[in-house]
């Protein structure tokens, strides 16, 4: 299961970080990732990280911008924000794959093998 919090409303230039709780004893075998969505879109890629925590990939609007990081004693992963925009109001989802093998930001970004989904968080940043 996973619980992801940290949305809420933030200005323009402001920062965020949402938190991604994974109960049971898997985290350390999931590729984990970030995916949003906003009203009468769909569903795009954030980011993501490797089982490791060595590897980190991000759509090309939030580099520079966003981190992700995974805490294994925790079983959590998050997403640092910083400098947000109007542009990145959307409901933000963490993911999991397990025994997922993946090297490359296409299938990072790919929504087919991450089987497991949080509820979702909504960031909306105000102008």
């Known amino acids: 299961q996973l619980q992801a919090s940290g949305g809420g409303l933030v200005q323009a230039g402001g920062s965020l970080r949402l938190s991604c709780a994974v109960s049971g004893r898997s985290f350390s075998r999931f590729v984990m990732a970030w995916f949003r969505q906003a009203p009468g879109k769909e569903r795009e890629f954030v980011s993501g990280i490797s089982v490791s925590g060595g590897n980190a990939y991000y759509e090309d609007s939030v580099k520079g911008r966003f981190t992700i990081s995974r805490d294994i004693a925790k079983n959590t992963v998050y997403l640092q924000m910083n400098s947000l925009s109007p542009e990145d109001t959307a409901v933000y989802y963490c993911?999991?794959?397990?025994?997922?093998?993946?090297?490359?930001?296409?299938?990072?970004?790919?929504?087919?093998?991450?089987?497991?989904w949080g509820q979702g968080t909504q960031v909306t940043v105000s102008s």
């Open positions: 993911a999991a794959a397990s025994n997922y093998l993946c090297s490359t930001y296409g299938c990072y970004a790919n929504v087919a093998p991450y089987g497991y």
